[in-house]
């Protein structure tokens, strides 16, 4: 099936539907370019020219950006009841607020229509960290088809709606998007209707070019039968927004700040940015001339502007955020940690909600009386969350939220027909049998296989296989491999039978990114090391290849290691010294070589040869011989040990 022609039948059946309104979701889970650039297809919004600040009136009429406004005129535009997927026995449907809009300059705003008398509802469905999840991911709930039932139910419930996102819709996404180059989940997202997405730092994997695609559509350089004067891919509906991400040439953002949405006369207005540490968990190239600002800093300069042209009720969506206590369910706030909290501690008190992301943990928490949520990842929660706007002052009265897993009921059959159809198109690569194992793989570094030294057997297997990739002399002649923790997207599971396909290695590790060996002295090494422990907090353990081994510092689990323990590195079995009388040839891939997640030691790394593999052609190379021969083994967690930490004098 060609795709247009399959988008085409879903947005005449999405916008069409007039007569069908969708069931209310049943119960609650308690489980488990520049300034002057318009936001593209914003609903046929218009966008500011100065300090890319939107104002909109909600629709989705996917008209094509209007004209940037200058500072005295006024747009106005309808609604268009568009309805999402989801029907029943009748009833009205839509999902906006008929309206007019006000100033569409600055970032202020306006209805043009009278202020309600009675506090207004708004409801807001939110999201993080999708990462192009279209099929059912494992365990028992998510899956597009019933996450798109999940929000056409709950929009029904509430004229006053709005989608959004808080950054990762894509990158690291599975086979049937990424073959694509993601165009898939983006045309998912516009189907269900999403409004707004804060980047992410997945988003940039691919550059800042590739991101823009996604934005405003076109041709993929890739794509040779692409007929660029006319693309298939249009590119997003929904508006993309980077408050905090700098062009260092022309001092601007590369989408619009913020977008303020009048509901009943009031104005509310939504701050989208993704973490200041963006540039150190991405390949550097992706975001070459591009600045990632303080989190903090950025939202306390936007919110006077905001509040000088009267904008009270303030949401911001942020790529980052925090984890609870083991155990806690997704509606819980125990233990909560995280980068998220000193962020909402110092932002000023005029925001009011935060949607957050990027730990991929789900949290309903209330942070000095803001409230602040996560839905987890993969579309396997959705977070209701339900503002109650105060009329006569613009503000929020009170908000409440909860996460619901999005079980697996009832699904859009015109979704699940949109997904099989990329499915079977990947389907002859992806169900490529590579290998055999005896047990699931797993990744985790927090539940039991957690050791107190931060080793899993996923990864460790994933570092034997770039070693013997690179470990010939033609190929690098590689000692040591090295494999960053956060490369690692998914367990390699057992299955019914213990064959493992291409889909499941590229789940895995689903970047493409290629080997690189390189030679550092000793010295290096233990710099390596200890920069495990110096770029985030819990460390970030990389995984190692068979015979080289070390110590750390630790109490054992739930504890994480601490620190290296000073003359345990070796090398079968011989100790590596810290000084820079030997040499030694490591592998690892482009991400770490530049110096990615903060382990810039591989910078200065000498003698590089680019491998002739890409890090999942070589996983795959390495499982090929259990095919005929015995199965693989998970690797025992024995390359880093832990001893008690020095006790203080």
Same mark, same amino acid.
């Given at each position: 099936m060609k795709r247009h022609a399959l988008i085409l039948g879903l947005a005449v059946l999405i916008g069409c539907g007039d007569d069908e309104v969708a069931d209310d979701v049943g119960a609650d889970s308690t489980d488990t370019p520049q300034d002057s650039t318009t936001g593209a297809n914003d609903d046929g919004a218009n966008t500011s020219g100065v300090s890319n600040l939107t104002t909109t009136s909600p629709n989705d009429d996917g008209d094509e950006p209007a004209t940037t406004a200058d500072d005295d005129d006024v747009s106005t535009e309808s609604d268009d009841g568009n309805v999402t997927p989801g029907s029943t026995d009748g009833g009205e449907s839509g999902t906006g607020v008929a309206g007019t809009e006000g100033d569409a300059t600055e970032g202020s705003s306006g209805s043009t229509g009278g202020v309600s008398a009675q506090p207004i509802n708004l409801q807001l469905l939110a999201f993080n960290d999708f990462h192009g999840q279209l099929e059912v991911p494992s365990g028992t709930t998510g899956g597009a088809a019933f996450f798109a039932r999940f929000i056409a139910d709950l929009e029904a419930t509430e004229p006053n709606t709005m989608v959004v996102s808080a950054g990762d819709l894509i990158g690291a996404t599975p086979l049937p998007s990424a073959l694509f180059h993601d165009e898939p989940t983006i045309d998912f997202m516009n189907l269900v209707g999403l409004d707004l997405n804060a980047?992410?730092?997945?988003?940039?994997?691919?550059?800042?070019?590739e991101l823009l695609r996604m934005q405003y559509g076109g041709c993929h350089p890739t794509d040779i039968f692409c007929d660029a004067e006319d693309p298939v891919f249009e590119g997003a509906d929904f508006q993309f927004l980077a408050a905090n991400v700098i062009d260092e040439s022309t001092q601007d953002s590369i989408f619009d700040r913020v977008v303020t949405r009048s509901f009943g006369g009031v104005d509310v207005a939504f701050i989208g940015m993704t973490l200041e540490a963006t540039p150190t968990v991405v390949t550097p190239a992706g975001v070459a001339g591009l600045s990632f600002r303080d989190e903090v800093e950025t939202v306390n300069a936007i919110v006077p502007e905001l509040r000088g042209q009267g904008v009270e009720a303030i949401v911001v969506l942020v790529h980052e955020g925090g984890a609870q206590a083991s155990g806690s369910g997704i509606n819980d706030c125990n233990g909560f940690t995280g980068a998220i909290v000193s962020i909402v501690e110092q932002i000023n008190s005029a925001v009011d909600v935060f949607v957050t992301g990027h730990t991929h943990q789900a949290y309903n928490c209330d942070l000095g009386d803001r409230l602040v949520t996560s839905a987890g990842s993969q579309g396997r929660i959705l977070t209701d969350i339900d503002l109650l706007l105060d009329p006569e002052t613009g503000d929020v009265i009170s908000a409440e939220a909860v996460n619901l897993n999005v079980t697996r009921e009832v699904a859009v059959p015109e979704i699940e027909t949109f997904v099989q159809d990329y499915v079977g198109q990947a389907a002859p690569l992806a169900n490529t049998e590579v290998g055999n194992i005896t047990a699931t793989v797993?990744?985790?570094l927090r539940d039991t296989t957690f050791d107190g030294a931060g080793q899993s057997p996923l990864g460790h297997l994933i570092a034997d296989a770039q070693l013997a990739a690179t470990e010939a002399i033609d190929r690098g002649g590689a000692e040591i491999a090295f494999m960053n923790p956060g490369g690692?997207?998914?367990? $390699?599971?057992?299955g019914d039978d213990g064959v493992v396909s291409?889909?499941?290695?590229?789940?895995?590790?689903?970047?493409?990114?290629?080997?690189v060996v390189m030679t550092l002295t000793g010295a290096q090494i233990y710099r390596v090391l200890e920069q495990q422990f110096a770029v985030s907090t819990p460390p970030r353990i990389l995984q190692i290849s068979e015979g080289f081994e070390y110590e750390v510092f630790s109490d054992g689990p739930p504890a994480f290691p601490i620190g290296l323990v000073p003359g345990s590195v070796r090398l079968d079995l011989e100790e590596i010294v810290n000084d820079d009388s030997q040499t030694y040839r490591v592998t690892v891939n482009s991400f770490l070589a530049t110096g990615g997640d903060g382990f810039t030691v591989f910078n200065e790394g000498v003698d590089r040869v680019s491998a002739d593999s890409f890090d999942i052609d070589a996983f795959a190379e390495f499982l090929a011989p259990?095919?005929?021969?015995?199965?693989?083994?998970?690797?025992? $967690?024995?390359?880093?040990?832990?001893?008690?930490?020095?006790?203080?004098p």
């Open positions: 980047v992410g730092n997945h988003e940039f994997d691919d550059g800042r070019e797993l990744r985790s690692i997207r998914a367990d $390699l599971p057992f291409f889909g499941e290695v590229f789940t895995v590790q689903p970047f493409g990114n290629s080997l259990s095919l005929e021969g015995a199965p693989i083994e998970p690797p025992i $967690l024995d390359r880093v040990t832990t001893v008690p930490p020095p006790v203080a």
